[in-house]
C-alpha cells in the first residue's frame, strides 16, 4: 500500500520526523497528564497550551476495525483486502492505522499489536501495527 504524502506543519513535524526514524511520537499536556494524538497546538481537555512530547511503546490492542474490500483510490486500489483498525495505544490514546501481515480474517477486537513503519516513503514512514 502506498500512501499519499501527508501535510506537514508545525504542529505536526515532529511527529512525522519521528516516523520517519521508526519510532512513534505522541502529546502530553504539562498541565493536566493527557496524552493525546493527533498533534496540536493545545489540550483538548484543558485548553492549554503547555505540551511536551514522548516516545510511545508502540504497544497496543486492536480497539476496532474493518476490513476494505474495495477502494478506487489509485494508492490503496491494489492493497484489497486491507484492514483498517483503531489501535489502542499503551499509553492511552487512539491512532487510526493499518493491520499488516495478518490474515484480515485473524484480526479481532483485543488482539495485541506493536508498530510497524514498514519501507519509508521517500522521506515519509505511516505507521502500522502487526500482531505482537
Excluded at 497550551?49 to 508502540?58: F, K, T
Amino acid at each position: 500500500m502506498k500512501h499519499p504524502t501527508p501535510g506537514f506543519d508545525w504542529e505536526t513535524r515532529f511527529y512525522w520526523e519521528g516516523c520517519a526514524r521508526g519510532e512513534l511520537w505522541l502529546q502530553r499536556c504539562r498541565a493536566c497528564g493527557t496524552v493525546r494524538h493527533r498533534p496540536r497546538a493545545i489540550c483538548p481537555k484543558c485548553l492549554s497550551g503547555e505540551i511536551e512530547y514522548i516516545r510511545a511503546s508502540g504497544r497496543g490492542t486492536v480497539y476496532t476495525f474493518t476490513v476494505t474490500h474495495q477502494n478506487q483510490h489509485p494508492a490503496f486500489r491494489g492493497a484489497t483486502p486491507y484492514v483498517m483498525a483503531y489501535v489502542q495505544l499503551e499509553e492511552g490514546p487512539r491512532i487510526l492505522t493499518n493491520i499488516v501481515d495478518c490474515e484480515p480474517g485473524e484480526v479481532r477486537v483485543g488482539l495485541p499489536v506493536v508498530v510497524d513503519f514498514g519501507e519509508p516513503e521517500g522521506e515519509v514512514a505511516v505507521p502500522r501495527f502487526r500482531p505482537s
